[in-house]
């Protein structure tokens, strides 16, 4: 993302509903993990820091960015410790383990997704969890795909498989960002059929449409625990890594076993 993206990310990302409405379903969803009281807490590629103080709620805060325009934006919050980072081979903090890992529309930006992701569980605790969105359905690829610099769009048995080969063990999977689908959606395919071009400009809503579309979007954080949600602009999966434990278990179980 150009330096542009990034202030006005910053400047709208606290009232936003698009962002107002993404922290509820994220912090709804972060309730629900056995997390440890304060967790220990990575968000990598953390932008110009707006989900920090909602992490912040859970436990310690650490963030690693690779942009040398969002990471003061992020560090300018005070919230929390963030460092120059970039995944999958630089990852700031040596020797600190996380309870938790957010990872959110980071993965589509990286050209080694699968490697990116085996880096951040090797920084999990064994019982920790990995938060990851990604922007569904390769049909919807757009300029505003190209704007943003994405390298894919995901399918939910393509996610799957990643979070899979990269030895994770998938929790939750679903789609968000359902209820204003249909809207979203058709207008980002009017644009791609009759070819007209995106704006990167970010821009706030009038304050009635905004709490509005706020509304709309949050009240997803009360299905999402309890519901899979059949299509989405998103996909939100929970992942930790492979548990050892009981497999390592049934080795020393076999190896006192007599041999005839």
Request: charged content about 20%; some cysteine; overall charge neutral.
């Amino acid at each position: 993302m150009d330096p542009k993206a990034y202030e006005q990310m910053a400047k709208l990302e606290d009232e936003h509903w698009w962002f107002v409405g993404r922290r509820r379903i994220f912090s709804r969803v972060i309730e629900t993990l056995a997390l440890p009281s304060p967790a220990h807490i990575l968000e990598a590629g953390c932008g110009s820091g707006g989900n920090l103080k909602m992490l912040s709620q859970f436990g310690k805060v650490w963030g690693m960015e690779k942009s040398e325009f969002a990471r003061p934006l992020a560090q300018a919050r005070q919230i929390g410790i963030v460092a120059e980072g970039e995944l999958p081979d630089r990852i700031p903090f040596e020797g600190q383990q996380f309870d938790l890992i957010a990872l959110l529309d980071v993965l589509e930006h990286l050209e080694q997704d699968r490697e990116s992701l085996k880096a951040l569980k090797s920084r999990l605790t064994s019982t920790g969890y990995l938060l990851v969105t990604v922007p569904a359905y390769p049909w919807l690829w757009s300029s505003h795909d190209e704007l943003n610099h994405h390298k894919r769009r995901y399918t939910r048995p393509q996610l799957l498989a990643t979070l899979e080969h990269s030895d994770l063990e998938v929790h939750t999977l679903c789609y968000f960002n359902s209820v204003l689908f249909p809207l979203i959606a058709g207008i980002r395919l009017f644009r791609k059929i009759v070819r007209l071009p995106e704006s990167q400009d970010l821009k706030m809503p009038s304050p009635w449409l905004n709490q509005l579309l706020t509304s709309i979007f949050s009240a997803e954080a009360y299905l999402i625990p309890r519901f899979a949600l059949p299509f989405g602009l998103s996909l939100l999966a929970v992942a930790s890594p492979v548990r050892m434990a009981f497999s390592q278990h049934l080795i020393s179980e076999a190896s006192s076993i007599p041999h005839n």
